[in-house]
């Protein structure tokens, strides 16, 4: 199956980082496919870190799965949510790589596989985030059907029912000949699986099976070649299952049945499964890196207040944490605060010891470099091509100094490089609704003649407008997509209300700074 698997924090996508460097531990001669469940950080983080592989000269390439058959498309740029229809991509792309089939033609047929499956969850109790309260979204006597496996509320929460009934909705949702997610006809050969969400029993899971079969022969007119249950895509502690369809032909068939060592594969090779962590050394990067920086002893004007800027906006981000992660736990996987906490205090920890803040692109540089070595998730990629394109700017102007339009053009390109990258523009409810606003109306004011310390702090009330303003927005990008309108209502975007807090901080500590006798 796997050769490798890259580890986030909890419910948040691995950094670029950590995925760079399971690359080079891995890859041969021949290359390494990536296997990516479809959510926007894991697409963006996957795919700079299959940049900066192929810039090093290593062959990569990349199958996005998915399976989400729980809620109608389209879902703006988010899509089909990954779902544990991937663990049969995984399966057949190593048997097909086990074979001895080229990177090329092991990508086509993982890419084949994965337009093949669907899969809808159900669940019965929601997961608990370590260190957090439980979310009390689901009441008693419900369960929920089409959630994602980070948590994110699904299609929708209902009374309880019996395990035939449950069975039969999500059967009837994955072969909807309407929606037509899987092309799965009557008389069609598919395996099914059965996958525990990370508190059911398999016991239980195999009442679900014992209803999923012969629902799948008499009503659907289905051939049910292969059945594998147990828990395979888990949800941390949460109680429930996923059931995912495939249709199968031979080849399909071939490569399941294929001997692997993987350790929980149900149907594995005779002898000894290996351990499922196995100590690899990871090669240097194979591109040159400049010595790093530290910071000077003596601060010029400037760099005192870079440095109170980014101290604002680094604490303002830590203030919110908890308010970020109740928002975000109605509207996505309950993280966003803690993700933005990470990122802010190891802002303020890595200042004291190495930003060179008498120069503020490479400063700007050394932020991304910061947040991208530790947030993770989408806001981590995120904020990482942010501050790279923003420094990209800066470096233009081959001076330690910047003007205010300077960071005007900074930000702007920053913008830019966060919308063709993530996929978002304004009114899709992101954190670009407070950053373009604040964009605009810093661009207007300084066009207006205002002095720039002016312009800066009524663009940050625009920030704030923008922000606030996301609750009436259908959101088009993120595990947002996923909610119904009446619950976004209820809260602003997280990550819009962080940019803004973080902006507005900067500006007002400008202010401060600026306005000293």
């Not at 089909?80 to 001895?100: E, M, N, P």
């Not at 060592?261 to 890196?289: E, F, M, Q, Y």
């Amino acid at each position: 199956m796997l050769t490798a698997a890259i580890c986030g924090n909890v419910f948040t996508s691995p950094t670029v980082n950590s995925i760079l460097a399971g690359i080079r531990a891995v890859t041969g001669p021949k290359g390494c496919l990536l296997i990516v469940k479809n959510y926007t950080g894991d697409r963006l983080n996957f795919g700079l870190a299959a940049e900066q592989a192929k810039a090093e000269g290593y062959k990569v390439e990349t199958v996005i799965v998915g399976d989400d058959c729980a809620l109608p498309p389209p879902r703006g740029v988010a899509g089909r949510r990954g779902l544990a229809g991937t663990i049969f991509v995984h399966k057949i792309a190593g048997a097909a790589a086990d074979a001895g089939l080229s990177l090329v033609e092991v990508a086509a047929e993982a890419k084949r596989a994965s337009e093949m499956v669907g899969t809808v969850g159900v669940a019965l109790s929601l997961c608990t985030l370590p260190g957090q309260v439980t979310s009390d979204r689901l009441g008693p006597g419900k369960m929920e059907l089409g959630l994602g496996i980070h948590g994110e509320p699904g299609a929708a929460v209902i009374d309880l029912q019996p395990v035939d009934v449950v069975v039969s909705l999500v059967l009837k949702q994955i072969l909807s000949t309407e929606a037509h997610y899987v092309p799965i006809t009557r008389g069609s050969r598919v395996v099914l699986m059965i996958n525990g969400l990370g508190a059911t029993p398999l016991m239980e899971l195999m009442i679900a099976s014992g209803k999923a079969i012969p629902q799948l022969q008499l009503e659907h007119g289905l051939a049910v070649d292969r059945v594998y249950t147990g828990s395979f895509m888990t949800s941390l502690d949460m109680a429930g299952f996923s059931i995912s369809v495939m249709k199968a032909d031979y080849s399909i068939l071939q490569r399941l049945d294929a001997p692997t060592k993987a350790p929980c594969w149900p149907v594995g090779a005779d002898g000894n499964h290996p351990p499922t962590k196995i100590p690899v050394p990871v090669p240097p990067s194979r591109l040159h890196h400049d010595e790093p920086s530290s910071r000077p002893q003596e601060l010029n004007e400037q760099a005192h207040i870079l440095e109170a800027a980014i101290e604002a906006s680094a604490n303002a981000v830590i203030n919110l944490r908890d308010v970020l992660n109740e928002w975000d736990s109605k509207v996505g996987d309950g993280d966003c605060g803690t993700t933005m906490f990470r990122g802010a205090t190891t802002i303020l920890e890595d200042m004291k010891k190495h930003y060179p803040l008498n120069d503020a692109a490479a400063t700007v540089n050394e932020i991304g470099c910061s947040i991208g070595r530790v947030m993770g998730g989408t806001s981590g990629v995120l904020y990482d091509i942010f501050c790279k394109a923003a420094y990209a700017k800066l470096k233009e102007k081959q001076s330690s100094t910047v003007t205010p339009k300077g960071w005007v053009d900074a930000l702007e390109a920053a913008i830019g490089a966060v919308s063709k990258y993530g996929g978002a523009s304004a009114g899709y409810r992101t954190l670009l609704d407070a950053l373009i606003p604040a964009c605009g109306a810093l661009q207007e004011r300084l066009a207006a003649g205002d002095d720039p310390l002016t312009a800066f702090v009524l663009s940050s009330e625009a920030a704030i407008t923008g922000a606030e303003s996301t609750k009436n927005m259908q959101a088009q990008a993120g595990r947002s997509t996923y909610i119904t309108g009446d619950v976004l209502s209820t809260v602003p975007d997280p990550g819009a209300m962080a940019a803004a807090a973080w902006y507005r901080a900067a500006a007002l500590a400008l202010q401060n700074c600026l306005q000293k006798p």
